[in-house]
């Protein structure tokens, strides 16, 4: 084979690795300006590790590196491919665990920092009062900002309170919290969980799959039930309660004229006060002056879901177009804080006239613009980051700029309070309150929605990026299934048009168009970031509590379709945890284990009411969704004729819920 036919074959390969045009468009941009990507390392990766992938391979102590075989049955220790992977799994969930409570925890400081006038103000004094009543604490006579403070510290002891478990759990029905306290994992706190799970798998300690298991997902519930929970309350006190807002997705939101400064990671303690600095009239000056139009600002990852959702800002793209943002040529600044940000950016940026610029002491790089970044000193702080953006402009070099020519419009902002929002658009004000779930639940009960799904989480370079995603959602909203995403499941829907009103028609069945269009939303939903995974566990519990109703008992489901992260496990083991069925597009690392697959895809469901079902074939996942959703439906309109339309006729439920 000559080295042309061999080149071209590998851009085919690398560019078969996505769907997405401008990504693939990017990909041979890479190959051109000679810079490595993730692509072209997956190529690299040609066998990945079978023990690996298995997770039959221990490292826990200095005897291993260990791996179970059929020669080697056990490790150094004693302990078998059981005990191995039921470690290695409830590692993952602490890891994923940790990540989201810690963000939480910043943004819990955070709230302990506002002052009227401050860089961090109370946004929803009313969100915040409602709260504080909840977690105890009694608004009464209380200066907002002194209750804020209050509250703030009540929240930071849900991370290491030596008594008692997460007051968060009562926000679910109470036949679920007895679920739990059944199964004993009512979560403690949050940074007990973790540390109790990382002790547990020390060698030497716990050697029960059934044990490692029940630790996992305990240790997972304190991320959904309490820190993606605190996270996400906190943060709409905070930043504002997201409401419907129109937006644009893909890497044509980069503004050729324009400053562009990506932002990328978690946390919105940076990215918010990077909107605020980059607002400032002395900001868009200093553009100016520099040559360019203005200064645009866009977001990839969580970051960008969480400005997306409470400005509208432009989401640049996902989890696997990072690098391909800088191979643009036209970024001035990509500004990270925490979390799935790849450490190959410092080598990318070096290519470009890009300032790759980290800002947390968590997660410095290598490589990069280290500009840490305070809570105390907030917007000064911003204002300096924003600065060395801007003067980055004049460094640009317009031969290696190649913006590509996709973007798609969105709807974004749906929190719980705008979905129950645009619901009232359908209610009949003669006969039914405004402000509840009704109609959500009589379409759900009549069976013009089948069910609701979420279908969340990353992109994995074992699957081709945005497949598995575009072809489960499509799929279920065709046949009235109402999707709602976080995380960069949302980007690849913003990306591809399913979030505008108007594509409902296009895309869904019959059923699910005619709420769409009567509702005002589109057919997929918006929900945010990965720790607002915690507003479907919200939604599920107003939706079960009104009914009077398990979750467990409702006709949804989660899907994780790409998912690559530990935060990704966690989430699918709290979800699993919380009475939802859910379904992953890629493997898990448990296969090495047959007791951890039969518990995990099977007799957990025993415990908690659900379990994780996987299928790599992402056409045959969307069906094994719908005939799951099918599956409970009966009971489900069992349990409503029972508990609601019976009641309702004997007159002991006037309005219903
Ligand atoms: S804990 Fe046991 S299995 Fe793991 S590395 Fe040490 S000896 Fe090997
Ligand atoms: S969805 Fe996955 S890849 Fe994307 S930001 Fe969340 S954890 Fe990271």
Not at 72 to 86: F, M, S
Request: hydrophobic letters at 40%; glycine letters at 8%.
């Amino acid at each position: 084979m000559n080295m042309e036919k061999k080149k071209v074959d590998v851009l085919e390969q690398m560019q078969n690795m996505t769907i997405d045009l401008n990504s693939k468009a990017l990909i041979e941009k890479a190959e051109k300006d000679g810079v490595e990507t993730m692509y072209k390392r997956k190529l690299g990766y040609k066998v990945q590790c079978g023990f690996g992938l298995q997770g039959v391979c221990c490292r826990n102590c200095g005897m291993g590196p260990c791996r179970i075989s059929p020669k080697t049955p056990r490790g150094l220790c004693g302990a078998d491919e059981h005990t191995i992977v039921g470690r290695n799994y409830a590692r993952m969930c602490a890891g994923g665990t940790a990540a989201h409570s810690d963000h939480a925890r910043d943004i819990t400081h955070t709230l302990g920092l506002t002052t009227p006038g401050g860089a961090y103000q109370v946004t929803e004094p009313e969100k915040l009062k409602e709260f504080a009543q909840f977690m105890g604490v009694d608004p009464e006579g209380k200066d907002i900002y002194e209750l804020a403070h209050e509250v703030s510290e009540v929240c930071l002891m849900e991370f290491g309170k030596p008594h008692g478990v997460s007051k968060l759990l009562a926000r679910a029905p109470k036949v679920r919290q007895d679920v739990w306290k059944e199964y004993g994992i009512e979560p403690r706190a949050i940074d007990r969980e973790i540390a109790t799970v990382m002790h547990s798998t020390h060698i030497g300690c716990c050697a029960d799959i059934d044990a490692l298991v029940h630790m996992a997902f305990r240790c997972s519930m304190a991320d959904g039930w309490a820190g993606s929970m605190i996270g996400t309350m906190l943060s709409d006190i905070l930043f504002g309660t997201p409401k419907p807002v129109h937006t644009e997705a893909n890497l044509n939101v980069l503004d050729g004229n324009n400053v562009n400064i990506i932002l990328h990671g978690h946390e919105p303690t940076l990215s918010e006060m990077i909107v605020l600095a980059s607002e400032l009239p002395e900001m868009q000056d200093l553009a100016k002056e520099v040559g360019a139009d203005g200064i645009t600002l866009s977001g990839i990852c969580c970051t960008g879901n969480e400005l997306t959702m409470r400005h509208g800002i432009k989401i640049a793209g996902d989890f696997h177009q990072q690098e391909l943002a800088i191979i643009t040529g036209a970024v001035e600044a990509m500004i990270v804080d925490v979390q799935c940000i790849f450490p190959a950016l410092a080598e990318v940026a070096t290519h470009y006239h890009t300032k790759f610029i980290t800002t947390s002491p968590k997660a410095q790089i290598t490589g990069s613009t280290y500009m840490e970044f305070h809570e105390e000193t907030a917007l000064e702080d911003a204002k300096t980051i924003v600065r060395e953006a801007i003067l980055n402009f004049k460094n640009r070099d317009a031969s290696k700029v190649m913006v590509p020519e996709l973007k798609s419009e969105a709807m974004v902002g749906y929190a719980e309070e705008a979905i129950v929002g645009q619901l009232n658009n359908v209610v009949n004000t003669q006969i039914d309150d405004m402000n509840t779930l009704k109609p959500l639940i009589d379409v759900l009960a009549s069976g013009v929605i089948r069910g609701v799904v979420g279908v969340v989480g990353c992109n994995n370079a074992r699957t081709p990026s945005n497949y598995n995603h575009l072809t489960i959602m499509k799929e279920l909203i065709k046949n009235d299934y109402l999707v709602v995403t976080t995380g960069c499941g949302a980007s690849a829907a913003a990306k591809n048009g399913l979030m505008l009103k108007e594509n409902a028609a296009k895309y869904a069945g019959k059923g699910l168009a005619t709420v769409c269009q009567l509702v005002d939303i589109p057919p997929v939903i918006h929900l945010g970031s990965c720790v607002d995974n915690s507003r479907i566990l919200n939604i599920c519990s107003l939706v079960a509590n009104a009914l009077d109703m398990d979750i467990a008992d409702l006709p949804v489901a989660g899907c994780a379709p790409e998912w690559m992260s530990e935060k990704a496990i966690a989430i699918g083991t709290y979800v699993v945890g919380s009475g939802i069925e859910t379904f992953l597009g890629v493997m898990p690392p448990v296969t090495g284990s047959s007791r951890a697959v039969e518990i995990l895809c099977g007799s957990i469901k025993d415990k908690v009411g659900a379990c994780f079902h996987v299928n790599e074939d992402a056409e045959a996942l969307a069906q094994d969704i719908m005939a799951c959703i099918e599956a409970k439906r009966p009971h489900f309109e069992e349990l409503y004729q029972e508990k609601v339309l019976n009641k309702r006729v004997s007159g002991e439920l006037a309005c219903l819920y």
